[in-house]
């Protein structure tokens, strides 16, 4: 059974920077669109960011523009999320998620995503 797994959160002050991963395992992640999005307490999940399986198109939600930059390296089979610049309201679980379509070119929206990962926590102090 194919899964995917995150890592690289932590606690950060405000304007630091955190590099997320995350692997896969039990599937061809070269396959597959990735995305990443967050939840907070009390608030919908939310889209971050989001990659094609060739690395040739990403997305970025608005409050992740200039500061984040995805990427992959899929003979690790490895997405990464670079976070920059971070701010208090980027505390939230970050997770990630493969496309449900091999065809897909990475989907903003959540329901076109399955094999969440469990999440990893970043906490951006002010």
């Given at each position: 059974q194919g899964r995917l797994v995150e890592s690289g959160g932590g606690l950060v002050q405000f304007g630091g920077s955190l590099t997320l991963s995350?692997?896969?395992s039990g599937f061809?992640?070269?396959?597959?669109?990735?995305?990443?999005f967050r939840r907070t307490p009390g608030k919908q999940?939310?889209?971050?960011?989001c990659i094609d399986k060739n690395e040739t198109k990403t997305h970025?939600?608005?409050?992740?523009?200039g500061r984040f930059t995805i990427t992959r390296d899929n003979a690790k089979k490895t997405v990464?999320?670079?976070m920059n610049n971070l701010k208090p309201e980027d505390t939230a679980i970050y997770y990630c998620a493969r496309e449900l379509s091999p065809y897909g070119v990475?989907?903003?929206?959540?329901?076109?995503y399955a094999y969440w990962g469990q999440g990893t926590q970043v906490t951006v102090s002010s």
């Open positions: 995350c692997v896969a061809a992640l070269d396959s597959w669109a990735v995305g990443w999940r939310e889209g971050v960011a970025y939600e608005e409050s992740a523009k990464y999320l670079r990475g989907s903003r929206r959540a329901d076109d």
